[in-house]
């Protein structure tokens, strides 16, 4: 199993004023999620990524492009046992709200898909 997990942290730090979003997106072979957890200057929340495809177990040459190049991970070779999970933390940035729409651009045997996360 390989669990593959990428934080860009420039800090951590939350508030008593926090708020729960859940943003979400899928194209025709992929499934995302954001749940975060923000205030006016911070936040801290998980990508969640899943192959809505069942059959397929493995994927080559794996590109994951988050908010224009906010978060990139790049795989080789990766197992789909369970969700691709990264990490979003931040403390003294601009942050995420409801009205937020996060482009997401997924590369993968040989495919490119894009699609948005939105909160519902």
Do not use: H
């Amino acid at each position: 199993m390989v669990v593959l997990s990428l934080v860009f942290i420039t800090a951590c730090a939350q508030g008593s004023g926090d708020a729960f979003i859940t943003y979400e997106g899928k194209s025709s072979n992929w499934k995302g999620q954001l749940q975060l957890s923000r205030d006016d200057s911070s936040m801290n929340g998980t990508y969640s990524f899943r192959l809505l495809n069942g059959e397929i177990t493995e994927v080559e040459n794996f590109t994951l492009n988050i908010n224009e190049g906010g978060t990139i991970l790049n795989e080789e070779k990766i197992l789909l046992d369970r969700s691709i999970e990264t990490s979003i933390q931040c403390s003294g940035c601009m942050t995420f709200n409801e009205d937020t729409i996060i482009p997401v651009v997924i590369r993968w045997n040989g495919k490119t898909e894009t699609f948005n996360l939105k909160a519902p």
